[in-house]
């Protein structure tokens, strides 16, 4: 499995920006895809993450509101809107997938993205 994560970028507060992650391999349907961030000397965080089969979703109370996760099943796509960005939001974003269907521990996701940076200016 291979992920692939871009359209991170530089803005400004209130600005919106997505995300996208190509999968590249097998996706099963109890897997969940999620997104991780981690800021400059921090710990990589945890955003959100989204059961492949169900389409349940899970949002950190940080960013629930402002951030949308969505998925292209078909053209295994993973998506990231987010909405009303704050100078906070600013870190490399990460893209994981994790086959046993964890939800917000870092240690549950097996592959990984090679992250986007995300930069908002106030």
């Known amino acids: 499995v291979q992920l692939q994560a871009f359209g991170g970028g530089l803005v400004q507060a209130g600005d919106s920006l997505r995300l996208s992650c190509t999968i590249s391999?097998?996706?099963?349907?109890?897997?969940?895809m999620g997104w991780f961030r981690q800021a400059p000397g921090k710990e990589r965080d945890f955003v959100t993450t989204i059961r492949w089969g169900t389409g349940r979703t899970y949002y950190a109370d940080s960013v629930n509101g402002r951030f949308t996760i969505s998925k292209d099943r078909a053209e295994k796509v993973l998506y990231l809107q987010m909405n009303n960005l704050k100078p906070d939001d600013t870190a490399v974003y990460y893209c994981?997938?994790?086959?046993?269907?964890?939800?917000?521990?870092?240690?549950?996701?097996?592959?990984w993205g090679q992250g986007t940076q995300v930069t908002v200016s106030s």
């Open positions: 994981a997938m994790s086959r046993s269907g964890g939800l917000r521990l870092v240690a549950d996701y097996n592959y």
């Open positions: 391999g097998n996706v099963y349907s109890s897997s969940t």
